[in-house]
């Protein structure tokens, strides 16, 4: 049973996120264009055969597959009164195959549009988005959110704004950013780590972009500028391209595992993988942060 938060765990040590569920369901079948979540629904078995998959490389937080789950990405698909049914499915899936030693968070991604001043989304009407599904996680039994591949601060300071409110004791933010080091509306690491922290997330880092080495140099960046902070990191297997008509990310799980020692030197507490990475990453993960803790 967990009595403590994941800010507290991490500060007694590293711990292993999941790896990618988008691209892990895509190679099991999911048609391109389809709602990732709406499988919650109609392929709970695959969903969850992810998650155990994760679990059995090793990791200690799973993450849900809720990423686009808002009512303004699933109006795309026609799915907008389905918020609340598919962020529960998402959470009992992830619940329903780890121990009560291990970690749920909710993920919940961008909005799908730009808020003011960048776009016409109002504040109040993301606001809404927002606290409609994280409260549907919360519900649900999720031990947290992470608000992830979040680009624009201010989208990401009404996301936990509105995990403030109905009341997420975990929440983590992660920032995407590109091979400038700056996230695609021009911040930067440190003002994401500095302005994130203020507005009430428990936890900040990188995740997604062009692979290891990006997110590693964001996380340096914030360690620089708080040497005690425990950070997060979960980036992509690698830089993606096309191949013959298809995505792909050539890191290999033993590639990305080389990439633990300097994110431990870098302050990265809580490490895993977003887009390409697999059950084989974690395990390398897992394997290498295990050999370096232990020496």
């Given at each position: 049973?967990?009595?403590?938060?994941?800010?507290?765990?991490?500060?007694?040590?590293?711990?292993?996120?999941?790896?990618?569920?988008?691209?892990?369901?895509?190679?099991?079948?999911?048609?391109?264009?389809?709602?990732?979540?709406?499988?919650?629904?109609?392929?709970?078995?695959?969903?969850?055969?992810?998650?155990?998959?994760?679990?059995?490389?090793?990791?200690?937080?799973?993450?849900?597959?809720?990423?686009?789950?808002?009512?303004?990405?699933?109006?795309?698909?026609?799915?907008?009164?389905?918020?609340?049914?598919?962020?529960?499915?998402?959470?009992?899936?992830?619940?329903?195959?780890?121990?009560?030693?291990?970690?749920?968070?909710?993920?919940?991604?961008?909005?799908?549009?730009?808020?003011?001043?960048?776009?016409?989304?109002?504040?109040?009407?993301?606001?809404?988005?927002?606290?409609?599904?994280?409260?549907?996680?919360?519900?649900?039994?999720?031990?947290?959110?992470?608000?992830?591949?979040?680009?624009?601060?201010?989208?990401?300071?009404?996301?936990?704004?509105?995990?403030?409110?109905?009341?997420?004791?975990?929440?983590?933010?992660?920032?995407?950013?590109?091979?400038g080091g700056r996230t695609f509306m021009g911040v930067s690491p440190s003002q994401a780590l500095q302005e994130l922290r203020q507005a009430g997330a428990h936890l900040v880092g990188a995740n997604c972009g062009g692979g290891p080495d990006t997110a590693l140099a964001a996380v340096q960046e914030m360690h620089r500028q708080a040497p005690d902070e425990p950070l997060v990191a979960q980036p992509n297997a690698g830089k993606p391209h096309l191949q013959d008509g298809a995505t792909v990310f050539d890191l290999?799980?033993?590639?990305?595992?080389?990439?633990?020692?300097?994110?431990?030197?870098?302050?990265?507490?809580?490490?895993?993988?977003?887009?390409?990475?697999?059950?084989?990453?974690?395990?390398?993960?897992?394997?290498?942060?295990?050999?370096?803790?232990?020496?």
């Amino acid at each position: 049973m967990i009595t403590e938060t994941l800010r507290e765990r991490l500060l007694r040590g590293p711990a292993v996120c999941d790896g990618a569920m988008g691209t892990m369901l895509q190679a099991a079948g999911l048609p391109p264009g389809h709602c990732t979540e709406e499988w919650n629904l109609s392929h709970p078995e695959v969903v969850a055969g992810v998650h155990r998959a994760y679990l059995q490389a090793g990791a200690d937080v799973l993450e849900t597959n809720t990423f686009g789950a808002n009512r303004i990405a699933l109006a795309r698909h026609g799915l907008e009164a389905k918020v609340v049914e598919l962020n529960r499915l998402g959470v009992e899936l992830a619940l329903g195959e780890c121990g009560s030693d291990r970690w749920v968070l909710g993920s919940v991604g961008p909005l799908g549009r730009l808020v003011k001043p960048w776009g016409e989304l109002g504040e109040a009407e993301a606001f809404a988005a927002f606290r409609e599904q994280i409260e549907a996680q919360l519900n649900a039994g999720a031990h947290g959110v992470i608000l992830e591949t979040l680009g624009v601060l201010e989208e990401a300071v009404i996301a936990i704004r509105a995990a403030q409110e109905v009341g997420v004791p975990n929440i983590v933010c992660t920032m995407t950013f590109d091979t400038g080091g700056r996230t695609f509306m021009g911040v930067s690491p440190s003002q994401a780590l500095q302005e994130l922290r203020q507005a009430g997330a428990h936890l900040v880092g990188a995740n997604c972009g062009g692979g290891p080495d990006t997110a590693l140099a964001a996380v340096q960046e914030m360690h620089r500028q708080a040497p005690d902070e425990p950070l997060v990191a979960q980036p992509n297997a690698g830089k993606p391209h096309l191949q013959d008509g298809a995505t792909v990310f050539d890191l290999s799980a033993e590639q990305m595992a080389a990439y633990v020692p300097s994110f431990l030197e870098s302050g990265v507490r809580l490490l895993g993988g977003c887009c390409g990475t697999t059950p084989e990453h974690i395990r390398a993960l897992v394997e290498r942060l295990n050999l370096e803790t232990t020496e």
